[in-house]
């Protein structure tokens, strides 16, 4: 029943996920604040997330499962308002030519979050006390350093110039998605849709195999926690790469 629910929770965060970012990523488009169109909603999941985080661990304490999935929800959405504008921050200050390199970048410093709570899980395997409070304090901390480290506006208004060579001129109006969506034709909009729903299955699928591995290994393999979760983490990643990288050598063999 505890795995049952488990699988649950992951696929109803799955599909609040998908159903959110592209919403979230519209009015961020849309926006137009004083500190910029991106940074209210970085500022605002970043805070939302770190707070959500730390206020889980003492619903874990108590051993409050409403209220631990409550904040495991609104975690959750925090993600979904702040990573669609973190995301288009970057070729929103980049002009196209170091697109490519700016993603790699920005990919770098996503991998490196990664890595860190994988650390956090090997030194001290099951205390999630202190996991999760590490990493609320990590995510406060990135967005703290944000908020009075990165003027959007200003670094806009630097890299003007630029932009508007390599770019082109910025136009004001944004198209919603409900617009957009309503402009396809029915053989796209099945697309559309075949696509989110793909990419909710893949994604649901993929956390109910990691969590098996994980269980199986803890079950079957005595391992620790930490150490299964690493070779889970291991597997899975080294799969969805194979997985792209034979997309990619059929695509150039395509073209």
Not at 200 to 216: D, G, I, P, Q, V
Request: glycine share 6%.
């Amino acid at each position: 029943k505890t795995e049952t629910f488990k699988g649950i929770i992951i696929a109803a965060s799955q599909l609040l996920t998908m159903l959110l970012l592209p919403v979230w990523g519209g009015l961020s488009d849309r926006c137009r604040a004083r500190r910029g169109r991106r940074s209210p909603f970085i500022l605002t999941g970043g805070f939302l997330c770190a707070a959500s985080l730390a206020l889980s661990v003492l619903f874990l304490e108590k051993s409050n499962l409403f209220g631990f999935l409550s904040c495991f929800f609104v975690c959750a959405v925090a993600v979904c308002i702040a990573n669609p504008a973190a995301t288009a921050l970057v070729p929103d200050l980049t002009p196209k030519p170091l697109n490519a390199n700016a993603s790699v970048i920005n990919r770098i410093v996503c991998s490196l979050g990664g890595a860190w709570v994988v650390l956090l899980i090997l030194f001290f395997d099951t205390d999630f006390t202190v996991i999760y409070l590490t990493a609320a304090g990590t995510i406060l901390n990135s967005t703290l350093f944000y908020l009075f480290a990165v003027p959007e506006n200003k670094l806009l208004a630097r890299q003007k110039p630029l932009l508007e060579k390599y770019n082109g001129p910025e136009s004001d109006s944004q198209t919603s998605l409900s617009v957009m969506f309503r402009q396809l034709k029915a053989s796209e909009k099945r697309s559309f849709l075949m696509i989110l729903a793909a990419n909710f299955f893949t994604k649901t699928a993929y956390y109910a195999f990691s969590s098996a591995y994980l269980n199986y290994a803890v079950t079957q393999w005595n391992m620790q926690y930490s150490h299964s979760g690493l070779l889970t983490v291991t597997i899975m990643r080294t799969g969805q790469r194979r997985a792209f990288a034979n997309l990619s050598r059929r695509r150039r063999a395509a073209s």
